[in-house]
């Protein structure tokens, strides 16, 4: 941060550009930057894929994810800055096939976020190759 008192500079997402500038943060609308503090969460429910034989490499799942990122740190002029707040919490509900190959699982997955934001991006489908840890 910067300024006289460490408080008035930072770096904020212009949305327009989509780059990260050193900018007066009180006098634009940045971006959430981050956070100190991640809570996340997820239920799956299994069940055999119909109409399939061989149910070895393949499952379903129906699932709820839910989290977000804190900040415990932040400052009084910082924007879209929350300390740990039960509502800001974001979750989505949906469906996923993962299909188990040589190289890791291959998962498809569609989503409806349930509660996002004026300012969240939201994702539908997502792919993913191997497990997160």
């Known amino acids: 941060m910067g300024g006289p008192d460490g408080s008035q500079f930072g770096y904020a997402l212009d949305p327009a550009t989509g780059k990260l500038d050193f900018t007066a ?13 991640l809570f996340e969460g ?7 894929m119909p109409f399939i034989e061989d149910r070895s490499k393949l499952r379903s799942a129906f699932f709820v994810d839910v989290g977000n990122v804190f900040n415990t740190n932040c400052s009084e002029i910082q924007l879209n800055c929350f300390d740990i707040d039960a509502a800001e919490l974001r979750y989505s509900v949906g469906v996923g096939v993962s299909w188990i190959t040589g190289f890791g699982p291959m998962t498809f997955s569609l989503a409806k976020p349930m509660n996002a934001g004026p300012d969240d991006r939201e994702e539908a489908f997502q792919f993913t190759l191997g497990r997160g840890f």
């Open 25 to 37: 943060i009180r006098d634009n609308d940045p971006d959430p930057f981050g956070g100190n503090v």
């Open 42 to 48: 997820s239920m799956e429910l299994l069940f055999p």
